[in-house]
C-alpha cells in the first residue's frame, strides 16, 4: 500500500514570497490533516479535513496561511506572504475513516526554510 | 487546552541499558500513541493505546498507559545504537496533541 506523498520535500523562499505545498493521502481514507512542526517541537494541527469539508482550522493562520482539499482526495497548503517564523517542516496525514478517531499516517513531510 | 509533557526530554543512555520515557497529559482521553522520528525523517507509528491498563511491547520497547493518573511509559530494555531517534507521545481528545518529544541518543 502506497503511503501518504508530498511534494516537494525542500523549498527555501525569501520573506513575504508565496509557497505552496501538495499532499496526496492514502487511497480510501477520508480524513486528511496538516500539521506544522517547527524544530524542536512536536506537530501542531494545522487544519483537518473530511473529505472535502474542513473539520477544525482553529490553529490555521488564516490571515496568511490557506488549505484545500478538491474533491476530497488531494490537498494543497498555501502561504502567503511567507514570515520568517514560517520556517518549519510541513506534514501530512491522513486516516481511514470520516470520524477522524483512527490510527494517522504521516508522509515524509515538506522542509520549507524562509529567508 | 490539553496539555502533553514529556520527560526527559534528551536522554543519552549507554547501549544495554534500560530506561523509561514518561508522558503526562491534563485531560481525560483513551487514546494514546507513540511515535519515533529519525533526524529529517516524519512519523512512524509504534503503539496505539486505547484503554486503561494497556500495554503493548515490539521489540526493546514496551508502552503502557494509565488513564487514570494521565500517564503513559514507554519502556526501553536493553538499548541498542539503532534505537536512536525522536519519540514523541501524542493524545487524542478532539484532535491529536503532542508531546514535546524525548530525543534518545543511544551510545557503545
Known amino acids: 500500500e502506497a503511503g501518504v506523498a508530498q511534494s516537494p520535500r525542500y523549498k527555501i523562499i525569501e520573506k513575504r514570497q508565496s509557497v505552496a505545498f501538495w499532499c496526496n493521502p492514502i487511497?480510501?481514507?477520508?480524513?486528511l490533516y496538516w500539521y506544522q512542526q517547527i524544530l524542536g517541537q512536536g506537530p501542531k494541527l494545522l487544519i483537518q479535513f473530511q473529505n472535502n469539508g474542513v473539520v477544525d482550522d482553529s490553529q490555521l493562520p488564516k490571515d496568511r496561511f490557506s488549505a484545500e482539499r478538491l474533491k476530497g482526495v488531494d490537498s494543497t497548503l498555501k502561504i502567503q506572504p511567507a514570515k520568517l517564523e514560517d520556517s518549519a517542516v510541513y506534514l501530512c496525514?491522513?486516516?481511514?475513516?470520516?470520524?477522524?478517531?483512527?490510527?494517522?499516517?504521516f508522509g515524509p513531510g515538506t522542509r520549507l526554510t524562509v529567508l | 487546552e490539553l496539555k502533553v509533557e514529556q520527560n526527559p526530554l534528551f536522554l543519552s543512555m549507554q547501549e544495554g541499558k534500560n530506561y523509561t520515557i514518561y508522558c503526562n497529559y491534563s485531560?481525560?482521553?483513551?487514546?494514546l500513541y507513540w511515535y519515533r522520528q529519525d533526524p529529517g525523517k516524519s512519523l512512524e507509528s509504534l503503539f496505539v493505546?486505547?484503554?486503561?491498563?494497556a500495554v503493548k511491547q515490539e521489540g526493546r520497547l514496551m508502552a503502557s498507559l494509565d488513564t487514570k493518573a494521565r500517564l503513559s511509559t514507554l519502556h526501553i530494555t536493553a538499548a541498542v545504537h539503532d534505537l536512536s531517534a525522536t519519540y514523541f507521545c501524542a493524545v487524542e481528545a478532539d484532535k491529536l496533541i503532542f508531546g514535546t518529544g524525548t530525543r534518545l541518543q543511544v551510545f557503545p
Open positions: 485531560t481525560t482521553s483513551d487514546r
Open positions: 487511497s480510501g481514507h477520508a480524513t
Open positions: 493505546l486505547l484503554s486503561n491498563g
Open positions: 496525514a491522513s486516516s481511514l475513516e470520516a470520524s477522524g478517531r483512527n490510527e494517522q499516517f
